[in-house]
């Protein structure tokens, strides 16, 4: 059984869903006029995005908010993901701030 792993990106994707309006994170996929860095950004975080789904931090909410972003995919020709923390992510992560030592390990969190 592996451990699961956080790195830096993650833990700045915490700090981002931890002041997400209504607790949402929002993943906007880039159109193709946006150039080839939107896009390389855009799978960076899709990818860091269903990783944390995966092991159970956060919790992708697309399906259920499928008539609210469809309509917003429609207007904007965009593709929509939405997430949320899971109540373990919320847990361990909201409120505070998860920050990274020099030597790339996870120092403990500390209340904001």
């Known amino acids: 059984m592996n451990i699961p792993e956080l790195n830096e990106r993650h833990l700045q994707m915490f700090d981002i869903l931890t002041f997400a309006t209504n607790g949402l994170f929002i993943l906007i ?23 944390l789904t995966e092991i159970g931090l956060w919790d992708n909410v ?3 908010n499928v008539d609210y972003l469809g309509s917003l995919n429609a207007r904007t020709q965009r593709e929509f993901r939405a997430f949320r923390f899971t109540e373990l992510g919320e847990q361990m992560f909201k409120g505070t701030s998860p920050t990274l030592t020099p030597e790339g390990t996870l120092k403990p969190p500390t209340v904001n």
Do not use: C, H, V
Request: without cysteine.
């Open 29 to 51: 996929k880039p159109l193709a006029t946006d150039g080839l860095e939107s896009y390389s950004k855009y799978m960076l975080t899709n990818n860091d995005a269903d990783y």
């Open 62 to 64: 697309t399906d259920s």
